[in-house]
């Protein structure tokens, strides 16, 4: 169902139950995957794809011209993820030659109202971005992560799968899987216990993760050491293995280690 006052280019392809309301402009390379909806006012630009029962909230843009000098106009993508939601005056830039060249939100997110997602970022499986939120290029989250409300991100930042940031943070440096990091300028304070909750940790998984995560952050002696410890004291677990591998993994900016209380207490 298209509203006729709604521009849609004709090379544009468009899936089944498809819903396009009033005044929403689909530009010449966007595919429209089944059953989405874009509910009023909404502008999807350039090479687009958007999955299959995503919804589209009024005066959000996706795959516009990525705010970057160096960009000429090159045919660069957006992706957004099956069933995921974005809200009221998003905006989604498509990527760079100089990046990935692909702007990527992944299956079942959420974006509340007046997030900004800009070029080459890659946003994993059921993400919560709290309104405001603001990613600089290049920034990788990843799945299940949440980001607090007024949060901006530093370019080239990575958030680790099921970290928390907290409302009005400053992150300059990345988030460990399942930390929680907090403060205008960010700080690590302890994991997101409640999100390793939902996961369905029992208490002593819960118990074994956080002795991990204290000698990794608050325990003796050089942190290269610890890490190497941890490998061999944790290879069973998971978690731990999770944080170890994105701590081995290269990073632009490093990592944000510094704890605002010195026990490493836990968020929930």
């Given at each position: 169902?298209?509203?006729?006052?709604?521009?849609?280019?004709?090379?544009?392809?468009?899936?089944?139950?498809?819903?396009?309301?009033?005044?929403?402009?689909?530009?010449?390379?966007?595919?429209?995957?089944?059953?989405?909806?874009?509910?009023?006012?909404?502008?999807?630009?350039?090479?687009?794809?958007?999955?299959?029962?995503?919804?589209?909230?009024?005066?959000?843009?996706?795959?516009?011209?990525?705010?970057?000098?160096?960009?000429?106009?090159?045919?660069?993508?957006?992706?957004?993820?099956?069933?995921?939601?974005?809200?009221?005056?998003?905006?989604?830039?498509?990527?760079?030659?100089?990046?990935?060249?692909?702007?990527?939100i992944g299956a079942d997110c959420l974006l509340m109202a007046v997030v900004h997602v800009a070029h080459d970022c890659d946003v994993g499986d059921n993400v919560i971005m709290s309104n405001n939120v603001v990613l600089g290029g290049h920034v990788v989250v990843g799945d299940r992560?949440?980001?607090?409300?007024?949060?901006?991100?530093?370019?080239?930042?990575?958030?680790?799968?099921?970290?928390?940031?907290?409302?009005?943070?400053?992150?300059?440096?990345?988030?460990?899987?399942?930390?929680?990091?907090?403060?205008?300028?960010?700080?690590?304070?302890?994991?997101?216990?409640?999100?390793?909750?939902?996961?369905?940790?029992?208490?002593?998984?819960?118990?074994?993760?956080?002795?991990?995560?204290?000698?990794?952050?608050?325990?003796?002696?050089?942190?290269?050491?610890?890490?190497?410890?941890?490998?061999?004291?944790?290879?069973?677990?998971?978690?731990?293995?999770?944080?170890?591998?994105?701590?081995?993994?290269?990073?632009?900016?490093?990592?944000?280690?510094?704890?605002?209380?010195?026990?490493?207490?836990?968020?929930?």
């Amino acid at each position: 169902m298209i509203h006729p006052t709604a521009i849609v280019s004709p090379d544009a392809f468009i899936g089944r139950g498809v819903k396009i309301g009033p005044f929403c402009t689909v530009g010449p390379d966007v595919v429209l995957e089944d059953d989405v909806e874009l509910v009023s006012h909404v502008v999807v630009e350039g090479k687009t794809r958007v999955g299959a029962g995503a919804k589209l909230f009024p005066f959000c843009t996706v795959g516009m011209a990525p705010q970057d000098l160096k960009y000429k106009g090159e045919p660069t993508e957006t992706i957004i993820g099956p069933r995921t939601i974005i809200r009221e005056h998003c905006s989604i830039h498509r990527g760079t030659i100089t990046g990935t060249g692909i702007t990527k939100i992944g299956a079942d997110c959420l974006l509340m109202a007046v997030v900004h997602v800009a070029h080459d970022c890659d946003v994993g499986d059921n993400v919560i971005m709290s309104n405001n939120v603001v990613l600089g290029g290049h920034v990788v989250v990843g799945d299940r992560a949440i980001i607090g409300g007024s949060a901006a991100l530093l370019q080239f930042v990575r958030v680790g799968q099921g970290a928390m940031v907290g409302g009005v943070t400053g992150v300059t440096a990345d988030v460990i899987p399942y930390g929680f990091v907090f403060g205008p300028r960010a700080k690590l304070c302890g994991l997101n216990i409640i999100g390793l909750r939902r996961r369905g940790l029992d208490k002593t998984q819960l118990h074994r993760v956080r002795a991990a995560y204290k000698f990794l952050f608050a325990g003796p002696g050089v942190f290269a050491e610890r890490t190497a410890q941890a490998r061999a004291d944790y290879a069973d677990n998971q978690y731990v293995m999770d944080m170890l591998d994105f701590i081995a993994t290269p990073s632009r900016h490093g990592l944000i280690t510094n704890l605002s209380r010195a026990t490493g207490e836990d968020e929930g």
